[in-house]
């Protein structure tokens, strides 16, 4: 494990491909330091019945403020992603990376969505708190700023 991270099971109910129930438990691999832009999370999704029926995962954050900091105007509040790797051996658990972008601002991001992706097409969303409880929230600095101002306006002859 890396020593910057700790692990954080959380147990959900996913429906998967309308057919049976899924029980799975989400780990997540937690950094102990401040995310930038670029730097990933990982999450390992376990369960049972058609987990292998799952052909992607994208994990929705939202941050904690409603608007961002204000010399981040127009740097997004929420953002969602997340690459789907097949764990060797079957499909019993899934691996979920979710990557900052270079769009968000800083601030802290609590999982809120969890969208499946299955192999006949079906996609099902899964919220906070009704089918699973969110693990901790991630502390995102983002050293990127945009301020602007005028300070004249002058007619041009």
Same mark, same amino acid.
């Given at each position: 494990? +890396?020593?910057?991270?700790?692990?954080? +099971?959380? %147990?959900?109910?996913?429906?998967?491909? $309308?057919?049976? @129930?899924? @029980? *799975?438990?989400?780990?997540?691999?937690?950094?102990?330091?401040?995310?930038?832009? =670029?730097?990933? !999370? *990982?999450?390992?999704?376990? =369960?049972?019945?058609? !987990? /292998?029926? !799952? %052909? =992607?995962?994208?994990?929705?954050?939202?941050?904690?403020?409603?608007?961002?900091?204000? /010399?981040?105007?127009?740097?997004?509040? @929420?953002? /969602?992603? $997340?690459?789907?790797?097949?764990?060797?051996?079957?499909?019993?658990?899934?691996? #979920?990376?979710? %990557?900052?972008?270079?769009? #968000?601002?800083?601030?802290?991001?609590?999982? %809120?969505?969890?969208?499946?992706?299955?192999?006949?097409?079906?996609?099902?969303?899964? $919220? #906070?708190?009704? /089918?699973?409880?969110?693990?901790?929230?991630?502390?995102?600095? +983002?050293?990127?700023?945009?301020?602007? @101002?005028?300070?004249?306006?002058?007619?041009?002859?």
């Amino acid at each position: 494990m +890396n020593p910057i991270c700790r692990k954080h +099971n959380v %147990t959900a109910l996913l429906v998967l491909a $309308g057919i049976s @129930s899924c @029980s *799975t438990a989400l780990t997540q691999e937690i950094p102990t330091e401040t995310l930038r832009p =670029g730097k990933t !999370v *990982t999450y390992t999704i376990a =369960g049972e019945g058609d !987990v /292998d029926k !799952v %052909t =992607g995962v994208e994990i929705l954050f939202d941050s904690k403020r409603s608007a961002p900091p204000p /010399d981040q105007q127009g740097y997004q509040t @929420s953002f /969602d992603n $997340g690459r789907l790797t097949p764990k060797p051996g079957g499909r019993e658990s899934l691996e #979920v990376t979710v %990557t900052i972008p270079d769009s #968000v601002a800083s601030g802290e991001y609590s999982m %809120t969505t969890i969208i499946v992706y299955t192999a006949n097409g079906a996609t099902y969303g899964f $919220g #906070v708190p009704k /089918d699973f409880t969110a693990p901790p929230s991630l502390r995102i600095e +983002n050293p990127g700023r945009f301020k602007v @101002s005028i300070k004249t306006v002058n007619e041009k002859h």
